[in-house]
């Protein structure tokens, strides 16, 4: 699916090396933990940003199943004295901060949500959304417990958003960068300083297509980890737009390019293949396939959606030439075969475009536009 050279499979609908959630939330939860009341009094302070949502579903961030025995003690026994004694020998054997004290606490919000219900009164319960419906519970695990186990299902949450929290918490934004750079399948040898094996291919690209790109949107279609995007966020462009059905690769591409171009605030980064950014790549004035031109889908949509115009830029992949039984042989049909100049160049003209340039960097670099 990946080329080891740079080209990825970043036209094709699927998605690949996925973000393992629950891990990421492992590693970080200790840089959350030491933040939570910070954050809390950032949002009062208005400077991180929060949102209340009134029908949470409570098992988004409570499963139930911690807490069970002190609430069944707290319910079983009104009266606290009775309370404490039931309770006696585990709280003996609990750590320090589960003492007498704490217990009457949590004994009095219980019976305070049992007989008033749970009204906006109590400190809102508070929860970071990480990414699709996976939050972590930031503050209100007692209220949780309580909540849980009289069936009350959806409350009125705080909700913040993870990349929020990151902007203003400089810890936590480094936990997670240092978690998914540990992770991302790193084809382009990218050191964290920014340098790469891959650079002095990627400079002769830039130096050889500059004339085209100045002054103009760039799309990079299959971009790995950001490299070329990056570079690109670094020219006369106005804006460029990286794409890449592997999740770890964009994330890796928006921590590398923050850490290396000089304007990553014109450098975004899309996850998805072709058909899902169809709209957005024609949009662009220059679209880049680096070594991944041969992975477009069999009705070569994208290529027929491109505008009148629009120029497109090629790196071919040489190393296919040993794939085939007769290399030589002029075949202008999609797959592997396109990954070789000599089939790609007919393959465009059969496509509705007219070569401007066939240049030669590491590989062979075609320059072609739109009729």
């Keep these: 699916m990946i080329n080891s050279q740079g080209g990825v499979a970043g036209l094709m609908s699927e998605l690949i090396n996925r973000i393992d959630v629950p891990e990421l939330i492992d590693v970080i939860q200790p840089t959350l933990f030491r933040h939570h009341l910070l954050i809390r009094d950032a949002y ?16 988004l961030i409570w499963s139930g199943e911690y807490r069970k025995e002190w609430v069944r003690f707290i319910k079983n026994n009104r009266d606290f004295d009775d309370c ?25 919000l219980y019976y305070s949500i049992l ?3 749970f009204t906006d009164d109590y400190p809102p319960i ?26 009350i299902t959806n409350v009125r949450v705080l909700v913040f958003e993870l990349e929020d929290v990151m902007n203003g918490f400089p810890e936590v934004r480094n936990a997670y960068d240092d978690y998914i750079l540990s992770k991302y399948p790193n084809y382009q040898e990218i050191q964290l300083d920014g340098d790469s094996e ?28 950001g490299y070329l995007s990056s570079m690109l966020g670094d020219e006369n462009t106005t804006e460029v737009h990286g794409f890449d ?8 591409a928006r921590i590398l390019t923050h850490r290396s171009c000089s304007s990553p605030d014109k450098v975004s980064f899309h996850l998805g293949g072709s058909t899902t950014n169809s709209s957005l790549i024609c949009q662009c004035d220059v679209i880049f396939f680096i070594r991944s031109i041969y992975h477009i889908n069999d009705s070569n949509v994208l290529l027929k959606q491109i505008n009148s115009k629009t120029k497109v830029v090629f790196e071919c992949n040489s190393r296919h030439r040993r794939k085939f039984d007769d290399p030589d042989a002029i075949i202008p049909k999609k797959g592997k075969r396109i990954a070789l100049a000599h089939n790609l160049i007919p393959f465009l ?14 590989d062979d670099v075609v320059i072609a536009e739109k009729i």
């Design 44 to 59: 009062r302070a208005k400077a991180v940003k929060g949102t209340f949502i009134d029908d949470f579903e409570l098992s």
């Design 84 to 108: 404490l004694t039931a309770a006696g020998e585990k709280l003996e054997t609990s750590p320090k901060k589960r003492n007498e004290v704490w217990l009457k606490k949590y004994h009095t």
């Design 115 to 117: 007989d008033n219900g």
């Design 126 to 151: 508070m929860a970071i959304h990480i990414r699709g419906g996976i939050y972590y519970r930031m503050d209100g695990t007692h209220r949780s417990s309580i909540l849980y186990d009289m069936d």
């Design 198 to 225: 891959v650079h002095s291919r990627y400079t002769g690209l830039v130096n050889m297509v500059r004339q085209h790109i100045d002054g103009k949107s760039v799309a990079d279609v299959g971009c790995n980890a």
């Design 245 to 252: 059905i592997s999740e770890l690769d964009i994330e890796a």
């Design 349 to 362: 003209e059969d496509n509705g475009f007219k070569i401007l340039e066939v240049m030669k960097n590491l």
